[in-house]
Protein backbone atom coordinates (compact mmCIF):
# COMPACT_ATOMS: atom_id res chain seq x y z
CA UNK A 1 0.00 0.00 0.00
CA UNK A 2 1.69 3.34 -1.00
CA UNK A 3 0.12 6.45 0.27
CA UNK A 4 0.34 9.70 -2.35
CA UNK A 5 -1.23 12.54 -3.03
CA UNK A 6 -3.82 12.74 -5.66
CA UNK A 7 -2.96 13.68 -9.54
CA UNK A 8 -5.24 15.18 -11.38
CA UNK A 9 -4.89 11.66 -13.73
CA UNK A 10 -6.22 9.73 -10.30
CA UNK A 11 -9.83 11.80 -10.67
CA UNK A 12 -12.33 8.92 -12.56
CA UNK A 13 -11.12 6.41 -10.18
CA UNK A 14 -11.31 8.71 -7.20
CA UNK A 15 -14.32 9.91 -7.95
CA UNK A 16 -15.63 6.01 -8.59
CA UNK A 17 -13.95 5.50 -4.88
CA UNK A 18 -15.82 8.34 -2.99
CA UNK A 19 -19.24 7.87 -4.72
CA UNK A 20 -18.38 3.53 -3.17
CA UNK A 21 -17.62 5.04 0.10
CA UNK A 22 -21.10 6.78 0.53
CA UNK A 23 -22.91 3.85 0.08
CA UNK A 24 -21.64 3.07 3.98
CA UNK A 25 -24.36 5.77 5.09
CA UNK A 26 -21.58 7.36 7.62
CA UNK A 27 -20.56 10.22 4.95
CA UNK A 28 -22.51 13.39 4.38
CA UNK A 29 -23.57 12.67 0.81
CA UNK A 30 -26.57 10.21 0.28
CA UNK A 31 -25.46 7.01 -1.85
CA UNK A 32 -26.18 8.33 -5.24
CA UNK A 33 -26.47 11.70 -4.35
CA UNK A 34 -22.66 13.59 -5.27
CA UNK A 35 -22.98 14.91 -8.77
CA UNK A 36 -19.36 15.21 -8.82
CA UNK A 37 -17.68 14.52 -12.66
CA UNK A 38 -13.93 13.06 -13.35
CA UNK A 39 -13.64 16.03 -15.03
CA UNK A 40 -15.14 18.88 -12.13
CA UNK A 41 -12.44 16.59 -9.90
CA UNK A 42 -9.45 16.83 -12.19
CA UNK A 43 -10.05 20.60 -12.48
CA UNK A 44 -9.91 20.77 -8.53
CA UNK A 45 -6.96 18.44 -8.35
CA UNK A 46 -4.65 20.79 -10.65
CA UNK A 47 -5.62 24.14 -8.84
CA UNK A 48 -5.70 22.60 -5.75
CA UNK A 49 -3.54 25.87 -3.53
CA UNK A 50 -0.67 24.57 -1.31
CA UNK A 51 -2.18 24.12 1.64
CA UNK A 52 -4.97 21.99 0.76
CA UNK A 53 -4.25 17.84 -0.27
CA UNK A 54 -5.79 15.09 -1.36
CA UNK A 55 -4.02 11.96 -0.50
CA UNK A 56 -4.60 8.35 -1.18
CA UNK A 57 -3.86 5.12 -0.71
CA UNK A 58 -2.96 3.13 -3.79
CA UNK A 59 -2.27 -0.60 -3.89
CA UNK A 60 -1.35 -1.68 -7.32
CA UNK A 61 -3.12 0.89 -9.23
CA UNK A 62 -6.31 0.78 -7.63
CA UNK A 63 -7.51 3.42 -4.91
CA UNK A 64 -8.28 1.96 -1.54
CA UNK A 65 -9.09 4.87 0.23
CA UNK A 66 -8.29 9.29 0.02
CA UNK A 67 -8.67 11.84 2.38
CA UNK A 68 -9.26 15.40 1.54
CA UNK A 69 -7.32 18.24 3.67
CA UNK A 70 -8.94 21.74 2.85
CA UNK A 71 -7.81 25.09 3.75
CA UNK A 72 -10.34 27.30 3.59
CA UNK A 73 -7.79 30.21 1.95
CA UNK A 74 -8.97 32.84 4.70
CA UNK A 75 -6.18 34.43 6.59
CA UNK A 76 -7.25 33.67 10.33
CA UNK A 77 -7.57 30.14 9.64
CA UNK A 78 -4.40 29.41 6.92
CA UNK A 79 -3.21 27.22 10.17
CA UNK A 80 -5.77 24.86 9.91
CA UNK A 81 -6.89 22.25 7.57
CA UNK A 82 -10.64 20.25 7.81
CA UNK A 83 -10.82 16.83 6.80
CA UNK A 84 -12.82 13.98 5.12
CA UNK A 85 -11.88 10.46 5.06
CA UNK A 86 -13.33 7.47 3.22
CA UNK A 87 -11.77 3.82 3.19
CA UNK A 88 -13.46 1.50 0.93
CA UNK A 89 -15.83 -1.01 2.10
CA UNK A 90 -14.06 -4.53 2.75
CA UNK A 91 -10.45 -2.71 3.48
CA UNK A 92 -11.71 -0.92 6.39
CA UNK A 93 -10.23 -1.85 9.73
CA UNK A 94 -6.62 -2.57 7.74
CA UNK A 95 -4.80 0.43 8.60
CA UNK A 96 -5.36 2.60 5.42
CA UNK A 97 -6.52 5.39 7.81
CA UNK A 98 -4.03 5.36 10.07
CA UNK A 99 -1.61 5.59 7.11
CA UNK A 100 -3.62 8.04 5.25
CA UNK A 101 -3.29 10.39 8.67
CA UNK A 102 0.11 9.75 9.34
CA UNK A 103 0.89 10.94 5.85
CA UNK A 104 -1.67 13.67 6.67
CA UNK A 105 -0.04 14.63 9.58
CA UNK A 106 3.56 15.09 8.41
CA UNK A 107 2.20 17.14 5.47
CA UNK A 108 1.05 19.33 7.99
CA UNK A 109 4.05 19.63 9.95
CA UNK A 110 6.16 20.51 7.08
CA UNK A 111 3.66 23.33 6.33
CA UNK A 112 3.31 24.35 9.72
CA UNK A 113 0.41 24.22 10.14
CA UNK A 114 -1.20 23.77 14.07
CA UNK A 115 -4.70 22.64 13.28
CA UNK A 116 -6.51 19.34 11.86
CA UNK A 117 -10.43 19.83 12.16
CA UNK A 118 -13.33 17.36 10.89
CA UNK A 119 -17.20 16.38 12.26
CA UNK A 120 -18.04 12.89 12.47
CA UNK A 121 -21.61 11.44 12.51
CA UNK A 122 -21.87 10.69 16.34
CA UNK A 123 -23.17 6.47 16.26
CA UNK A 124 -19.41 6.25 13.68
CA UNK A 125 -17.76 4.57 16.43
CA UNK A 126 -15.36 3.05 14.49
CA UNK A 127 -14.35 6.24 13.05
CA UNK A 128 -14.43 7.92 16.08
CA UNK A 129 -12.36 5.16 17.71
CA UNK A 130 -9.76 6.01 14.68
CA UNK A 131 -9.56 9.88 14.85
CA UNK A 132 -9.30 9.30 18.86
CA UNK A 133 -6.21 6.80 18.44
CA UNK A 134 -4.90 9.05 16.27
CA UNK A 135 -4.89 11.93 18.83
CA UNK A 136 -8.49 13.85 18.07
CA UNK A 137 -10.14 15.17 20.64
CA UNK A 138 -13.94 15.75 20.71
CA UNK A 139 -14.58 19.44 21.27
CA UNK A 140 -18.34 19.65 20.72
CA UNK A 141 -21.55 18.45 19.61
CA UNK A 142 -23.59 19.51 16.46
CA UNK A 143 -27.13 18.57 17.59
CA UNK A 144 -29.62 17.19 14.71
CA UNK A 145 -27.14 18.53 12.36
CA UNK A 146 -28.14 15.97 9.46
CA UNK A 147 -31.52 14.38 8.41
CA UNK A 148 -30.60 10.51 7.94
CA UNK A 149 -33.63 8.37 7.36
CA UNK A 150 -36.38 10.21 8.27
CA UNK A 151 -34.44 11.12 11.58
CA UNK A 152 -32.13 14.09 13.06
CA UNK A 153 -28.46 12.79 13.83
CA UNK A 154 -25.92 14.28 15.93
CA UNK A 155 -22.42 15.13 14.25
CA UNK A 156 -19.13 15.52 16.27
CA UNK A 157 -16.60 17.98 16.45
CA UNK A 158 -13.04 17.02 16.63
CA UNK A 159 -9.77 18.14 16.28
CA UNK A 160 -5.97 17.59 16.53
CA UNK A 161 -3.20 20.16 17.40
CA UNK A 162 0.19 19.92 16.40
Known amino acids: MKIRQAVP ?3 QQLADLMKRVEKSGFMLFEPGERKTTSEQLQKRLFSMDHKSIVLVAD ?8 LFAMNEGVKRKQHCVHVAIGVQQGERGKGIGT ?3 LALEQWAKDLEL ?6 VLEHNQSAIALYKKMGFAVEGLKRDSLLIDSKYVNELYMSKLL
Open 99 to 101: QLF
Open 114 to 119: HRIELT
Open 59 to 66: EKIELKGY
Open 9 to 11: ADA
